[in-house]
């Protein structure tokens, strides 16, 4: 669920708050305690979502689910890398969100404890909400029954759904930057956009990149947690996670060999202004060393007393710029 709603159950950080007996909701809206006194009995689970909660919320919720206080400063606190991390019977995992909001990309944090009897969420930033992911697992019960495990899959899954159209966003402008290289008139800020597309690119693969030995580890270890019917699905995030890892590693090869062409068009261009400034200083060297030649005041210089010697000069010196700017102009200088 987003911000807007953060009124339930009387709390403005507490987002939802739902107990589920083999697999199906108990009631809509309930009070932690209440959740916690349901928790006695057997086949029973609680999915509680909060959104970036004040320190109270969170002690509230470590002292009902017995959760450690170095686990409950790191959600509190947020900005964290991604990881999982054991504390006793709980596990507490960082995810790091990225979602596609129009044209821009929007990222945020969702941090998770995970108990035999719980899952918590505490969203942070502009991580995309649960409700409808929620709304939609209750729909299978069967597989809710499985308990809190499967509901980290889900979680999971939909965070690394999130950045497939991130990475084919950033795909289809690549390739509208890379149109752009080899037009005639280069913009100045197309630099400044692989930059920045590399950048959007570092953000994904620092967010997806962790998640291959997050599964791996509960792939492999914490059965109590994770039930053997359950680890399958793992498997399938697994190989999102590859694919979203593997298109942005690609990526950024070809951004850089971008910035490179880039990089060379510029230097090329600019080639081409330094040749055509020596082609045209080369042609005003033929006046120049004319009228130089002239301006030095020698007392006896017989030219001076031609009647014809001012139009033969001129002659002779548009004759020179002329030959030296077809031969300039044939060379590719001008």
């Known amino acids: 669920m987003g911000a807007g709603d953060s009124g339930l159950h009387g709390s403005q950080a507490l987002v939802n708050c739902v107990a589920y ?24 689970f609680a999915w509680i979502g909060l959104f970036e909660p004040d ?19 790191d959600a509190q606190g947020a900005h964290e890398r991604p990881k999982l991390d054991e504390y006793g019977d709980t596990l507490f995992m960082v995810l790091h969100t990225a979602s596609l909001e129009g044209q821009r990309i929007e990222y945020g944090e969702t941090h998770v404890f995970l108990g035999a009897r719980f899952i918590i969420t505490v969203r942070h930033g502009l991580s995309a909400g649960y409700a409808r992911l929620r709304e939609r697992k209750e729909t299978v019960p069967d597989r809710l029954a499985s308990g809190p495990g499967y509901v980290l899959y889900t979680i999971l899954d939909f965070i690394v759904d999130q950045y497939l159209p991130c990475i084919d966003h950033l795909q ?32 994904i693969d620092a967010a997806a990149a962790p998640l291959h030995d997050i599964c791996n580890q509960l792939l492999r270890f914490h059965t109590d947690l994770i039930p053997k019917e359950t680890r399958i699905y793992y498997r399938d995030i697994l190989d999102h996670v590859r694919r ?13 060999a971008a910035m490179q062409v880039a990089l060379g068009q510029i230097s090329i261009r600019q080639n081409e202004v330094v040749k055509r400034l020596a082609g045209w200083g080369a042609i005003l060297a033929v006046p120049t060393m004319v009228f130089s030649l002239y301006g030095m005041n020698f007392e006896f210089m017989p030219e001076l007393k031609w009647r014809g010697s001012y139009p033969l000069v001129l002659a002779g010196i548009v004759a020179g710029c002329y030959f030296l700017h077809r031969r300039l102009k044939r060379e590719g200088w001008l």
Do not use: W
């Open 21 to 44: 007996c083999k697999g199906r909701k108990v009631e809509d809206e309930m009070a932690l305690e209440q959740v916690c006194e349901l928790l006695k009995e057997p086949d029973t």
């Open 172 to 203: 289809a402008d690549f390739g509208r930057y890379e149109q752009e290289l080899f037009k005639p008139n280069l913009r100045e800020d197309t630099l400044e956009d692989f930059y920045l597309l590399k950048n959007e690119l570092l953000k």
């Open 55 to 73: 320190a109270a919320t969170l002690a509230r919720i470590a002292s009902l689910f017995s959760l450690h206080e170095l686990a409950v400063e």
């Open 244 to 256: 979203v890892t593997h298109s942005a590693a690609q990526m950024r090869e070809m951004v850089n």
